[in-house]
């Protein structure tokens, strides 16, 4: 779903946008979560969303079609809208913590993120 360049997905959206995307991980099959750290303008930060399999359930499909997707000034506007809502590491958690008690995608993504802090020595 995400670095496929015949078809770009979610994180090639936000690197059209300005992000440089740092870690990228899905937790689900065919619906789920994804979760990003990425670097905007020197700051670190987290993005999250959910995915589905079809233009129903996933914003994405739902947006842009085949060729939306090859064209940058369109991929670059669906993924400054997940810029505009970035979380800091306490506030990624934070959202997590709620939803992990009935979603285990959302168990498994706070697990990641604390796995990957904003702030390890490696990012400076």
């Not at 990425?38 to 060729?67: F, H, M, Q």
């Amino acid at each position: 779903m995400d670095e496929n360049d015949e078809y770009p997905g979610y994180s090639a959206a936000l690197k059209a946008a300005g992000a440089e995307v740092l870690l990228w991980q899905e937790f689900g099959s065919y619906q789920g979560r994804w979760v990003a750290k990425i670097r905007l303008g020197g700051k670190l930060a987290w993005v999250s969303d959910y995915y589905g399999s079809c233009s129903v359930c996933d914003a994405l499909e739902a947006e842009l079609g085949y060729e939306d997707r090859h064209n940058p000034a369109k991929l670059a506007a669906f993924g400054k809208q997940y810029l505009e809502n970035l979380l800091s590491q306490s506030e990624m958690e934070e959202k997590f913590i709620e939803s992990a008690e009935w979603s285990l995608e959302d168990e498994k993504a706070l697990e990641f993120v604390r796995e990957h802090r904003i702030g390890t020595e490696e990012e400076r």
